[in-house]
């Protein structure tokens, strides 16, 4: 099991950009495929990005382009980095961590972060 803790979120004006960290602990990160999942109000949640332990990205279509995700092994940390925020990324970000990039990609991975909020509004 891995904790997971989440910094970074905040209110932006649209167009802005932000970048989320997820800090985790324990020393076998580097085996993990890392998600970022989001949750709007009234919204079910949804992956927004994921990075397995080799590297590979995947991106939801509404934020590609905008999103990009990286990992530090070294740190033991992820990262979001999100550019040209829209009012509709607005929503509860949510690091989650698992071995199978598969259990990632269906929203149940074994272990998740606390949340951080990102608003973006005028």
């Known amino acids: 099991q891995v904790q997971l803790v989440e910094s970074g979120g905040g209110l932006v004006q649209p167009g802005g950009s932000l970048r989320l960290s997820c800090a985790a602990s324990g020393n076998i990160f580097s085996m993990y495929t890392m998600g970022w999942s989001r949750q709007a109000p009234g919204k079910q949640r949804e992956l927004v990005a994921a990075i397995t332990s080799g590297g590979s990205t995947n991106y939801a279509d509404s934020v590609k382009g905008r999103f990009t995700i990286s990992r530090d092994n070294a740190k033991n940390t992820v990262y979001l980095q999100m550019n040209s925020l829209k009012p509709e990324d607005r929503a509860v970000y949510y690091c989650?961590?698992?071995?199978?990039?598969?259990?990632?990609?269906?929203?149940?991975?074994?272990?998740w972060g606390q949340g951080t909020q990102v608003t973006v509004s005028s």
């Open positions: 989650n961590a698992d071995l199978l990039l598969r259990t990632v990609r269906a929203g149940n991975s074994r272990n």
